[in-house]
């Protein structure tokens, strides 16, 4: 089950055309700033960005953090509302749950894939931030990098970090991808699903910059999304990371179980 | 006989709307059982109840011996289904939907699949189709194909609605054939359907719902039993009434039904008396008039109960 859903997932066009398209942005940017040799100063624009043009093994985490806030969330929310919904809306899904797949089966099969998509989309995007990064910009082979606190990281410090940062942004899309799939279950329409999870992302991106909202600021889902940038001080500031960790696990498992819940007990008329 | 479909008072109310009201379906082994009504009347609701994907307010489902919606894990890999019209991935072929369905569930074996998915191909008539993705498909195509997906796993049941839907009529002609041979072999089909045609050319067994209530369900043969009278075809038909007398039962231009379960005395009394007879046959109920009778009753008992 979780291998046709994956077959599904990946077979299809649309997928990859979504990770092409959301390489573009970053791979845009580094064209600009090496051309223009124009990168922003530290502390300002996209994180990482300015440290790129002294070292470009560092692009694939610049090119995180540009797609991390708006593009990559969508991709999630797009490919998540389409979960259920989208089988629902094109009449497979009645067919899959008489062949039967059983309904907690499917919707495990579902979130196995979408995480297999956050994963390979995040992946890609570094691993093209990487190419684009050490061919357009000087590569400190040797040398490692720098920590955002200024101390030098050897080449092994660096990998290990640019890993745990991987996996905390994977962790982070999880709670976009969770709530895309509750929604999906509630909706038929792939669209409303997608766009209930960005109207959610939107919400805490808005009340995040609310001073009236900083009592709740802590459980806003995207609260600690750039806190994989502490995986680069010198030492780790384990403190938002930890957080961030924490609110993604407790996001998804409630979501999951709604999701669950309405989606096991729920007529299918579609 | 065993019993295939069984449901027992099966209601399922929609806020004050009862979508279906309390039927008790019998379906037998072997039967090809027509399942009719209007559209609206909870034939798809009731369908879907049956394959555990609405579930029921009240009453109970039993598929092939197993509590619905509890069993189906156990049961629902024995029963191929069409719910509502094919539906497959537009960007896939044919055979690649096919291969997706069956590795979705269980009791499809990976080592057959590909002989098997041939073989519904060519069963279904797309024995020669090619790797073209199922957008391209023409409708009867798509039925076909949905046709095909239901056979996959030679199921002991198969519960079609509208199956013959976009199909021109060599196709529908085709289809009949497939599944009465299928039937042979030992088939159960449950048909639902809003074509008399269809179901009276298919059918060993009708059911008939009429908003929500189940009005009949009967042996096909029991219900177009021949009524006790003979049609009389005869260009001279005041004639009749002076040979005939107290026998006519209704003159209707030039047919006149007559009493009498015999149509050769009928013949030989006309003929004797020198009455020109062009036609001549048992009188026979039609599905539709059976159809329209009893779902025209039913709307006044669904008045009354209110």
Same mark, same amino acid.
């Given at each position: 089950?979780?291998?046709?859903?994956?077959?599904?997932?990946?077979?299809?066009?649309?997928?990859?055309?979504?990770?092409?398209?959301?390489?573009? !942005?970053?791979?845009?940017?580094?064209?600009?700033?090496?051309?223009?040799?124009?990168? *922003?100063? *530290?502390?300002?624009?996209?994180?990482?960005?300015?440290?790129?043009?002294?070292?470009? #093994?560092?692009?694939?985490? =610049?090119?995180? #953090?540009?797609?991390?806030?708006?593009?990559? *969330?969508?991709?999630?929310?797009?490919?998540?509302?389409? #979960?259920?919904?989208?089988?629902?809306?094109?009449?497979?899904?009645?067919?899959?749950?008489?062949?039967?797949?059983?309904?907690?089966?499917?919707?495990? =099969?579902?979130?196995?894939?979408?995480?297999?998509?956050?994963?390979?989309?995040?992946?890609?995007?570094?691993?093209?931030?990487?190419?684009?990064?050490?061919?357009?910009?000087?590569?400190?082979?040797?040398?490692?990098?720098?920590?955002?606190?200024?101390?030098?990281?050897?080449?092994?410090?660096?990998?290990?970090?640019?890993?745990?940062?991987?996996?905390?942004?994977?962790?982070?899309?999880?709670?976009?991808?969770?709530?895309?799939?509750?929604?999906?279950?509630?909706?038929?329409?792939?669209?409303?699903?997608?766009?209930? #999870?960005?109207?959610? !992302?939107?919400?805490?991106?808005?009340?995040?910059?609310?001073? =009236?909202?900083? *009592?709740?600021?802590?459980?806003?889902?995207?609260?600690?999304?750039?806190?994989?940038?502490?995986?680069?001080?010198?030492?780790?500031?384990?403190?938002?990371?930890?957080?961030?960790?924490?609110?993604?696990?407790?996001?998804?498992?409630?979501?999951?179980?709604?999701?669950?819940?309405?989606?096991?007990?729920?007529?299918?008329?579609? | 006989?065993?019993?295939?479909?069984?449901?027992?008072?099966?209601?399922?109310?929609?806020?004050?709307?009862?979508?279906?009201?309390?039927?008790?379906?019998?379906?037998?082994?072997?039967?090809?059982?027509?399942?009719?009504?209007?559209?609206?009347?909870?034939? &798809?609701?009731?369908?879907?109840?049956?394959?555990?994907?609405?579930?029921?307010?009240?009453?109970?489902?039993?598929?092939?011996?197993?509590?619905?919606?509890?069993?189906?894990?156990?049961?629902?890999?024995?029963?191929?289904?069409?719910?509502?019209?094919?539906?497959?991935?537009? +960007?896939?072929?044919?055979?690649?939907?096919?291969?997706?369905?069956?590795?979705?569930?269980?009791?499809?074996?990976?080592? &057959?699949?590909?002989?098997?998915?041939?073989?519904?191909?060519?069963?279904?008539?797309?024995?020669?189709?090619?790797?073209?993705?199922?957008?391209?498909?023409?409708?009867?195509?798509?039925?076909?194909?949905?046709?095909? %997906?239901?056979?996959?796993?030679?199921?002991?049941?198969?519960?079609?609605?509208?199956?013959?839907?976009?199909?021109?009529?060599?196709?529908?002609?085709?289809?009949?054939?497939?599944?009465?041979?299928?039937?042979?072999?030992?088939?159960?089909?449950?048909?639902?359907? +809003?074509?008399?045609?269809?179901?009276?050319?298919?059918?060993?067994?009708?059911?008939?719902?009429?908003?929500?209530?189940?009005?009949?369900?009967?042996?096909?043969?029991?219900?177009?039993?021949?009524? /006790?009278?003979?049609?009389?075809? &005869?260009?001279?038909?005041?004639?009749?009434?002076?040979?005939?007398?107290?026998?006519?039962?209704?003159?209707? /231009?030039?047919?006149?039904?007559?009493?009498? &379960?015999?149509?050769?005395?009928?013949?030989?009394?006309?003929?004797?008396?020198?009455?020109?007879?062009?036609?001549?046959?048992?009188?026979?109920?039609?599905?539709?008039?059976?159809?329209?009778? %009893?779902?025209?009753?039913?709307?006044?008992?669904?008045? %009354?109960?209110?």
């Amino acid at each position: 089950m979780i291998g046709v859903e994956l077959r599904k997932l990946f077979r299809r066009p649309r997928t990859w055309v979504t990770i092409a398209v959301l390489n573009a !942005l970053p791979v845009l940017v580094a064209v600009l700033v090496q051309l223009t040799d124009l990168a *922003p100063r *530290p502390g300002e624009g996209p994180p990482f960005l300015s440290a790129v043009l002294t070292n470009g #093994a560092l692009f694939p985490l =610049a090119a995180l #953090a540009i797609v991390l806030p708006l593009f990559l *969330p969508i991709a999630v929310a797009v490919v998540a509302g389409d #979960a259920v919904a989208g089988e629902a809306q094109a009449g497979t899904l009645r067919y899959l749950l008489v062949r039967p797949s059983g309904r907690t089966r499917l919707l495990v =099969a579902k979130l196995v894939a979408l995480m297999a998509f956050v994963l390979v989309t995040v992946l890609v995007v570094a691993g093209v931030g990487y190419v684009v990064g050490t061919t357009l910009f000087d590569a400190q082979p040797v040398g490692g990098g720098t920590s955002v606190s200024g101390t030098s990281l050897s080449q092994q410090e660096l990998a290990g970090r640019s890993l745990m940062a991987i996996g905390y942004v994977t962790v982070s899309m999880l709670g976009v991808a969770a709530f895309g799939l509750f929604f999906s279950t509630l909706t038929d329409s792939p669209l409303a699903a997608a766009l209930g #999870a960005l109207a959610v !992302l939107v919400t805490s991106s808005l009340l995040f910059t609310l001073d =009236a909202a900083s *009592p709740i600021a802590p459980y806003l889902p995207t609260r600690y999304w750039l806190a994989f940038v502490d995986l680069f001080r010198d030492p780790v500031l384990w403190r938002d990371v930890v957080r961030g960790l924490a609110l993604q696990g407790v996001y998804v498992g409630v979501l999951l179980a709604a999701a669950w819940a309405n989606f096991t007990t729920k007529d299918v008329t579609s | 006989m065993s019993s295939v479909i069984r449901t027992r008072g099966l209601v399922k109310r929609y806020g004050r709307l009862r979508a279906v009201d309390g039927i008790d379906l019998h379906v037998r082994a072997g039967d090809v059982y027509g399942f009719l009504g209007a559209n609206g009347s909870g034939k &798809t609701t009731t369908v879907r109840m049956l394959l555990g994907l609405v579930l029921p307010t009240a009453g109970e489902v039993e598929l092939l011996g197993g509590r619905m919606p509890r069993a189906g894990r156990r049961v629902l890999p024995r029963v191929g289904a069409l719910v509502e019209g094919p539906a497959h991935h537009g +960007h896939l072929s044919g055979r690649a939907n096919l291969g997706l369905i069956d590795a979705a569930g269980p009791g499809g074996s990976r080592r &057959t699949r590909r002989a098997r998915i041939e073989e519904v191909l060519e069963q279904v008539g797309l024995g020669g189709i090619d790797r073209r993705p199922v957008r391209a498909y023409s409708l009867g195509m798509r039925q076909r194909l949905g046709l095909a %997906a239901a056979l996959l796993r030679r199921p002991e049941l198969l519960v079609l609605d509208e199956p013959t839907n976009g199909l021109d009529p060599q196709g529908i002609h085709e289809i009949r054939d497939l599944l009465l041979e299928l039937n042979r072999g030992g088939t159960t089909v449950f048909l639902s359907s +809003h074509l008399l045609a269809e179901v009276e050319q298919l059918c060993t067994r009708v059911g008939v719902l009429d908003r929500g209530r189940l009005v009949l369900q009967d042996e096909l043969a029991r219900l177009t039993a021949p009524t /006790g009278a003979t049609v009389v075809d &005869t260009p001279a038909a005041d004639r009749v009434r002076a040979v005939l007398d107290g026998r006519v039962l209704g003159v209707d /231009g030039s047919r006149v039904v007559v009493r009498g &379960t015999d149509p050769a005395e009928v013949n030989a009394v006309l003929v004797g008396a020198g009455v020109p007879v062009t036609g001549l046959a048992l009188q026979r109920p039609t599905l539709e008039e059976v159809v329209l009778a %009893a779902a025209g009753t039913s709307a006044d008992r669904v008045e %009354a109960a209110r």
